[in-house]
């Protein structure tokens, strides 16, 4: 089983700069790739970038160009480095391992950008 721990939200203004943390713990070995999900206030969950074990990165086209994923296998961790922020990237930001018997979620992190 995998364990996620997430970190770095917060409040931010416009064209500002965030990097999110999630590292996991237990049964890592299993993960083949890790990714990062938001949900905006009234919206389902989407997906804002994944990259896999070969360090194959995708990205939503919101974000593309101004977010970047990134992993560091020595820690376990993969980041969520943000910036140009804007107020349409409010949202409670997931971390997800996905594992071939199952996907685990973090808790959430909430990032709000002020305008």
């Known amino acids: 089983q995998v364990q996620l721990l997430e970190s770095g939200g917060g409040l931010v203004q416009t064209g500002g700069s965030l990097r999110l943390s999630c590292t996991a713990s237990?049964?890592?070995?299993?993960?083949?790739?890790m990714a990062w999900y938001r949900q905006r206030p009234g919206k389902q969950r989407e997906l804002v970038a994944v990259?896999?074990?070969?360090?194959?990165?995708n990205y939503s086209d919101s974000v593309k160009g101004r977010f970047t994923i990134s992993r560091d296998n020595a820690k376990n961790t993969v980041y969520l480095q943000m910036n140009s922020l804007k107020p349409e990237d409010t949202a409670v930001y997931y971390c997800?391992?996905?594992?071939?018997?199952?996907?685990?979620w973090g808790q959430g992190t909430q990032v709000t950008v002020s305008s």
């Open positions: 237990g049964s890592v070995s299993t993960i083949y790739a």
């Open positions: 990259i896999t074990s070969r360090n194959s990165t």
């Open positions: 997800n391992a996905k594992c071939p018997i199952r996907n685990t």
